[in-house]
């Protein structure tokens, strides 16, 4: 089954840096905010399509969940918003990198402790190095830029 979900990642990896390309011009052209309303109008009325075709099993209603478990409708916007304002002014390279040694950072403590209900996967030397290297990256490219 990793064989086949890591490309995934990578390639939906690759596609956070096509939407930063997007994204950045788009708003200078017509806003930040409204850049990003715009792609999560889109994205909004794709998955309403979809949820057509592909209803949701009734387990539990929204309400019925913990109200943390829906922060992610918060961080979603903004971290776009900080990615079409961060890319036209660093790049897309730096802007993902930088995404990405965040990312790596909290999703090794996240993991480690079993926070947010996460299954818990002990920080090991490799994951340490691979942060590291991640963040070498983060520092040369900017010194690079």
């Known amino acids: 089954m990793n064989s086949l979900i890591i490309p995934l990642v990578i390639l939906s990896g690759m596609g956070l840096s096509f939407e930063a390309g997007l994204l950045g011009p788009l708003g200078e052209v017509v806003g930040h905010l409204w850049a990003t309303f715009s792609i999560f109008s889109v994205g909004m009325l794709l998955l309403g399509l979809l949820n057509l075709y592909f209803p949701a099993p009734a387990k539990t209603s929204l309400s019925e969940l913990p109200r943390w478990q829906l922060i992610g409708g918060i961080l979603g916007p903004v971290y776009v918003v900080i990615l079409t304002l961060s890319t036209p002014v660093l790049g897309v390279t730096m802007t993902m990198i930088g995404i990405l040694a965040g ?43």
């Open 103 to 145: 990312q790596v950072s909290k999703g090794i403590l996240i993991d480690h402790f079993g926070w947010y209900g996460a299954t818990r996967k002990r920080i090991s030397p490799f994951k340490l190095m691979g942060c590291l290297l991640i963040t070498l990256a983060l520092v040369f490219t900017y010194l690079g830029a």
